[in-house]
Nanobody, 122 residues
Framework: QVQLVESGGGMVQAGASLRLSCAASGRTISSIFTAWFRQGPGTEREFVAAISRDDSPWYGDPAKGRFTIARDNAKSTVYLQMNGLKPDDTAVYYC????????????????WGKGTQVTVSS
């Protein structure tokens, strides 16, 4: 079992930055894939970014050029640095962990946190 706890969300204005954190326990974080998904009002949960066991980052369309995913193995934490936030980034951001499979597919992830709200005003 893997437990995931997100933090770092908040309300910001367009153009601001936020850093989300996902603290993992129950497994060595470098032995699993860890990802961020988000779900905005009335939308499907979508892939944002992931980091693989070998520390390779993967990005979905919402993240490219603005977000960076990173992992601190000593702290068992994965971060999502979000820059240049836009109102369209408003969503609940979820951390997820996977034993393997397609890294961007929601169905690959067995473990989920409860999410952290990000609200971006114009």
């Amino acid at each position: 079992q893997v437990q995931l706890v997100e933090s770092g969300g908040g309300m910001v204005q367009a153009g601001a930055s936020l850093r989300l954190s996902c603290a993992a326990s129950g497994r060595t974080i470098s032995s699993i894939f860890t990802a961020w998904f988000r779900q905005g009002p009335g939308t499907e949960r979508e892939f944002v970014a992931a980091i693989s066991r070998d520390d390779s980052p993967w990005y979905g369309d919402p993240a490219k050029g603005r977000f960076t995913i990173a992992r601190d193995n000593a702290k068992s934490t994965v971060y999502l640095q979000m820059n240049g936030l836009k109102p369209d980034d408003t969503a609940v951001y979820y951390c997820a962990a996977s034993e393997g499979g397609s890294i961007s597919a929601r169905s690959s992830y067995e473990y989920w946190g409860k999410g952290t709200q990000v609200t971006v005003s114009s």
